[in-house]
């Protein structure tokens, strides 16, 4: 039995109408899900605001309604409770409904433009090697201990936040890996958790589509460390020229990685080919099967974050060396032809650049880099022209076609990536919608030990048109039509 004031602590109320006494079934921001005797959140959202359903929830039994406006209408026997801010209030709402799970655990919070997924995925791998019981919240999928839950976004909303952090603190989880967005940070979804620590990857540009300037997606990012508490530790990568600017005002211990920087934790690329790369990092030196120079840093932040939660630094190296690729980074085949095909998440200019310059450093340039990209509907629109010219510009052939068009015709995003490709490279340019037409073109335009990346989706396993899925993974779609070549 859940008694209202009880979950009421740290909220920002402004005023209440009516007793905070009673008991109360659950929490809800969604007034379809409400039932009898729950609390209704009024959210106000980017495409819908929760207070225009209010009414809505109590005819479906909500008995306590949370507003930063008081509705005209006060039904009596409904308890009322304005808040300054509905985002931060669920927030609190959620973590005491469910006891505060994230206290329970170590918590780590992964923010940055690219690696997010990367890091938080091996850190799980790496610590349950280690022979912990761990928790992921990620793009990809969530994971409590072993048992498997698909994912919906980046940063979950605080409800199932904290419904999974509950789950794992009674699994007897000791430690979590979370990627958090700057969408999750900015909507309060992650300002009533605990957390032991932070990791900064990298800045660059993406979600100006949400936040009105590359500025405020900064600030965004660093508001996440203002609010790490002292006991908490800030790992940020130093060779990134906001890395410093993120834990310039945190209270907590303040550690940083990179490459190029005198750093608490420092690596050398002695090694970088397309089986793995050689690294220095610090004084010791270990292979592992990641590649890339983004890898590199990925894994220094692995390592460092090991280390500050306790493990021994050859037992942190041994185990860097086992890890295994996540799902959509960077994970490549190679066909009876020895044409190597490679399927990558990078959807950011930023990410993009970075492995089209991984395969430029591992190639001889004896053999064809053919590039398959596209960019997303209903989405910052920006980045397209900068895509399309980082593609057209790093490979020998590129075939701009779709990418999760969802409302937007997909002929149009393309026409403006194309705005991007230069004149020297308009020759060099396919445009091709369909987007399984476009990775087949790839496959036959490629010879033995050519390389063919295909951008953007990685993980994915759909395609968003006008609001459906359809079943759609580039690389299952690719290995089959590589075999059908070898045929």
């Not at 209010?54 to 409770?81: M, Q, R, S, W």
């Not at 005491?96 to 690219?114: D, R």
Request: glycine share 6%; net charge negative; proline share 2%.
């Amino acid at each position: 039995m859940i008694i209202l004031k009880d979950i009421l602590y740290k909220v920002a109320i402004e005023a209440v109408k009516g007793s905070t006494e009673m008991c109360i079934n659950k929490i809800e921001f969604d007034s379809r899900k409400v039932v009898e005797n729950d609390v209704f959140v009024a959210i106000r959202g980017t495409v819908s605001n929760g207070h225009n359903f209010i009414e809505t929830a109590i005819n479906l039994g909500a008995i306590v309604i949370v507003c930063d406006t008081f509705p005209d209408v006060i039904v009596t026997g409904v308890t009322y409770i304005q808040v300054k801010d509905t985002n931060s209030a669920l927030a609190f709402l959620a973590a005491n409904y469910y006891g505060n799970p994230s206290q329970n655990l170590k918590l780590i919070g992964i923010t940055g433009t690219n690696g997010k997924t990367t890091i938080a995925s091996l850190l799980y791998q790496l610590f349950q090697k280690a022979g912990y019981k761990v928790g992921l919240l990620s793009t990809v999928k969530i994971m409590v201990d072993d048992k498997e839950y698909k994912a919906t976004h980046t940063t979950p909303d605080s409800l199932t936040i904290n419904y999974y952090l509950a789950e794992m603190s009674e699994m007897g989880v000791e430690y979590c890996f979370m990627e958090v967005s700057s969408h999750g940070i900015h909507q309060k979804r992650t300002e009533a958790l605990h957390f032991e620590g932070g990791v900064f990857t990298n800045l660059s540009h993406d979600h100006l589509d949400y936040h009105p300037t590359f500025a405020d997606y900064r600030d965004v990012k660093k508001s996440f460390f203002d609010h790490l508490p002292k006991s908490a530790f800030a790992l940020t990568n130093i060779d990134d020229k906001n890395g410093l600017v993120m834990i310039q005002n945190t209270a907590a211990r303040k550690l940083t990685y990179a490459l190029k920087s005198y750093a608490d934790y420092k690596a050398q690329i002695l090694e970088n080919q397309l089986s793995g790369l050689l690294l220095k990092i610090n004084d010791s030196e270990v292979w592992v099967r990641l590649i890339g120079t983004f890898n590199a840093y990925n894994l220094l932040a692995i390592y460092g974050t090991a280390i500050e939660l306790g493990l021994d630094k050859l037992e942190a190296l041994r185990l860097l060396s086992e890890l295994e690729s996540v799902s959509g980074r960077f994970q490549f085949i190679v066909s009876n032809f020895q044409i190597t095909a490679i399927v990558d998440y990078a959807h950011t200019p930023d990410a993009l650049e970075n492995v089209l310059k991984t395969i430029n450093d591992i190639r001889s340039n004896n053999e064809q880099l053919i590039t398959v990209v596209g960019c997303g509907g209903d989405r910052d629109k920006t980045k397209r022209p900068i895509m399309a010219n980082i593609a057209s510009t790093m490979s020998n052939k590129v075939i701009i076609t779709s990418d999760n068009p969802r409302t937007e015709d997909p002929i149009d995003i393309i026409a403006d990536m194309e705005e991007g490709v230069q004149p020297q490279n308009q020759r060099k340019t396919l445009s091709i919608v369909d987007r399984k037409q476009a990775i087949k073109t790839a496959c036959q335009l490629a010879g033995p030990n050519d390389i063919i990346l295909i951008a953007g989706k990685g993980h994915e396993t759909y395609q968003e048109i006008n609001g459906v899925r359809h079943d759609f993974d580039d690389m299952k779609i690719v290995q089959e039509l590589l075999e059908q070549l070898n045929k």
